[in-house]
């Protein structure tokens, strides 16, 4: 069962543009959100994180909202610049056995210059 | 701070075969975990120790699969017998948390993985 869940495997994005990418989650237990960058042959690389508490979270040009209700999370960039260009993985945690991230499946992310 | 350090970066063995991974968290932290990752999905959590207990593993651990922390420093992952299936990148992270109970707004630090391929 995937509990954390990307449907959108890849997006191109115009440089400067907004670039949003989507996140669906199943558990209500989570309560602790964050999104991770990953390149080619490196590891993911933490970017920003939201708890369950706020709906927003804002950090430079990255800003990450949270819909309970909706069990859904978006990532804003903007504007988008070519080093954006990756791999995006949200992630979730919280509640009893569950202090382990659970992943999405990842978006790939392009900027086109 | 150097970071996450996993050795080596590449492994190619035959089927059958036995391997090793090394991982260096970064030194004051406390939790240790192991993450794999397969072409198109994200990472899948393994196994986590805090300093040298291993506190779970993951049901897609099978009993080929082995885990050490001995001193609550370095780990080591252990494959034995590997199988086609087995190739995939492994990753390790680490993180800093207080007190036994459920952390909230842990972050985990992660290193470069190892890419292991069976032929």
């Known amino acids: 069962d995937q509990q954390v869940k990307q449907n959108s495997p890849s997006l191109s994005v115009q440089e400067g543009r907004i670039s949003i990418l989507n996140c669906d989650y199943t558990?209500?237990?989570?309560?602790?959100f964050l999104w991770y960058k990953k390149y080619p042959a490196e590891g993911p690389t933490f970017l920003i994180s939201i708890s369950s508490i706020k709906d927003k979270n804002e950090d430079g040009r990255f800003t990450v909202f949270l819909n309970k209700s909706a069990k859904h999370l978006s990532l804003h960039i903007v504007p988008s610049q070519p080093g954006d260009s990756a791999v995006y993985f949200c992630?979730?945690?919280?509640?009893?056995?569950?202090?382990?991230?659970?992943f999405g499946t990842g978006t790939r992310l392009t900027i086109i210059p | 701070d150097t970071g996450v350090s996993q050795n080596p970066r590449h492994k190619i063995t035959k089927r059958g075969q036995n391997v090793t991974f090394r991982c260096d968290p970064i030194s004051e932290h406390n939790r240790l975990y192991w993450y794999r990752q397969t072409l198109g999905q994200g990472p899948e959590f393994l196994t986590y120790f805090q300093n040298e207990a291993q506190l779970e593993k993951s049901r897609l651990l099978s009993d080929r699969f082995s885990a050490e922390r001995p001193k609550g420093s370095f780990s080591t992952l252990e494959i034995q017998r590997t199988e086609q299936g087995d190739s995939a990148m492994y990753l390790c992270?680490?993180?800093?948390?207080?007190?036994?109970?459920?952390?909230?707004?842990?972050?985990?630090?992660f290193g470069s993985g190892t890419q292991l391929s069976v032929l």
């Open positions: 558990n209500s237990m989570f309560d602790y």
């Open positions: 992630a979730a945690s919280g509640g009893f056995g569950n202090e382990k991230l659970t």
């Open positions: 992270a680490s993180s800093f948390v207080t007190g036994q109970g459920n952390p909230t707004n842990e972050k985990l630090f």
